[in-house]
Structure formats: structure tokens, C-alpha cells
């Protein structure tokens, strides 16, 4: 069974600075697609980055990026000129390829501090 | 807003009673999650359906079951409520198939589900 780990429960950042929270995760798979995703108070789960496992290049979303290392299985994601409404839950989640799972980490809450 | 909408937003049930939570779908997305999010966890996938029928499902028991209609709405039944059930209860919509490269999911903003 795949699994997803974020190791920083809490991290925060001053406005316009640079955040990387860490993500890793373990599996048998060699094509799976990986995500993040933000939840602020508001409950609503909102999509940031995916990635695809078969792309070697990183994905960048406006301020956001991910550094994917696949050996590693290791998939951070990099917040540049961090804003206010920065400020949520992030969860870094794992879909197999057929779609039918879908893994979750469980969270780190960012705080950006004006 | 994702356009995916959820009702009741709260509900408060007593254990070993059932519970039915609704989810619409934005037009056009045949493919629907559910997932059980405890407070301070990430979401658990519960299951998934996929033109009507059951396509994937984690490691929940059979008293959570699902209905998709026609119409992009679904509804997640919980049948023997237990206090662990006590979560919030999130769906999520996708325009494509499970398996797409383009299964991007769009999801509601939960029922918080509280079981005494």
C-alpha cells in the first residue's frame, strides 16, 4: 500500500520570503501522479501543483514549484513571495495510475507572518 | 469555488443511527470521491464511483455505501454510526476518468459529520 508522509506538522514564514515543506512517500509503482493541495479555514480543498511521475521537469504554478526526486521519492513544494493568503493546511497527496487510490499525507499548517 | 456543492453543512447523529450525506457534482463530472477527514488529518479515501458504479474503493467497511445518479449527484450512506464515524465528509468531482491524465478533482467544502 502506498503511503504519504510530511514530516513538518507546522512551519511559517514571513511575507514575501521562501517556504519548502517536505513531502515523501512510498511505493511499488513506477507511474503515479503526485499533488498539492491547500485547505484553508474554509474547508475547501483547493488544488496547487501535480506533478507526473514519468516528467523529469518540475512543475511551477506561478509562485509555486515543486523539486521532484523520484529515486528519492521525495516531492517538496517551494512557495516564493509568500503572501497572507498563503496561509492553510497543505496536503501532499498520491494518486496510483489507475485512479482508484488516492493518498493523502497528513498536513502541514503554514503560517505567514506579516 | 469549485461548484461542487454539500448538504447538510453540519449534521449531529446518535451512535447506531444511519446517516445519508449529499453531494452535486458540477455538469458534466462522472466520476466522484468521497473521503473522511479527521480533525487534524489529511482525507481518507473512502471510495469512488464512475458512471453510476463503484470503481475503487479504500480500506472502509460495506456499512459506508454510495449511490451516483444520472444528475452529478451522490450521496455517501453510513448505516451503524460509530463515534470514530465523527469527521468531516468531503467529495470530490472530476470531468474525466479515473485513469485520465486529466482527472483533476474538484472538491465541496465537507459535512462535518458529529456522531454522540
Known amino acids: 500500500a502506498q503511503t504519504v508522509t510530511q514530516s513538518q506538522p507546522e512551519m511559517s514564514v514571513q511575507e514575501a520570503e521562501t517556504v519548502t515543506l517536505s513531502c515523501t512517500y512510498d511505493?511499488?509503482?513506477?507511474?503515479?501522479?503526485l499533488f498539492w493541495y491547500k485547505q484553508p479555514p474554509s474547508r475547501q480543498m483547493i488544488l496547487v501543483i501535480r506533478?507526473?511521475?514519468?516528467?523529469?521537469q518540475n512543475a511551477t504554478e506561478n509562485r509555486f514549484s515543486v523539486n521532484f526526486q523520484k529515486a528519492a521519492k521525495s516531492f517538496s513544494l517551494k512557495i516564493s513571495d509568500s503572501q497572507l493568503g498563503d496561509a492553510a493546511m497543505y496536503f501532499c497527496?498520491?494518486?496510483?495510475?489507475?485512479?482508484?487510490?488516492?493518498?493523502f499525507g497528513p498536513g502541514t499548517r503554514l503560517s505567514v507572518l506579516p | 469555488e469549485t461548484g461542487v456543492t454539500q448538504s447538510p453543512t453540519h449534521l449531529i447523529k446518535t451512535r447506531g443511527q444511519q446517516v445519508t450525506l449529499r453531494c452535486s457534482s458540477q455538469?458534466?463530472?462522472?466520476?466522484v470521491s468521497w473521503y473522511q477527514q479527521a480533525l487534524g488529518q489529511g482525507p481518507q479515501f473512502i471510495f469512488q464511483?464512475?458512471?453510476?458504479?463503484?470503481?475503487g474503493r479504500g480500506n472502509f467497511p460495506p456499512r459506508f455505501s454510495g449511490l451516483q445518479f444520472p444528475n452529478y449527484s451522490s450521496e455517501l450512506n453510513v448505516n451503524a454510526l460509530e463515534l470514530d464515524d465523527s469527521a468531516l465528509y468531503l467529495c470530490?468531482?472530476?470531468?474525466?476518468?479515473?485513469?485520465?491524465?486529466?482527472?483533476?478533482?474538484?472538491f465541496g467544502p465537507g459535512t462535518r459529520l458529529t456522531v454522540l
Open positions: 470530490a468531482s472530476s470531468p474525466a476518468p479515473s485513469y485520465s491524465l486529466y482527472n483533476e478533482q474538484f
Open positions: 511505493t511499488s509503482e513506477s507511474d503515479y501522479y
Open positions: 506533478q507526473e511521475a514519468y516528467k523529469q
Open positions: 497527496a498520491y494518486r496510483s495510475e489507475n485512479g482508484q487510490n488516492f493518498v
Open positions: 455538469s458534466g463530472h462522472n466520476t
Open positions: 464511483y464512475y458512471r453510476e458504479e463503484e470503481n
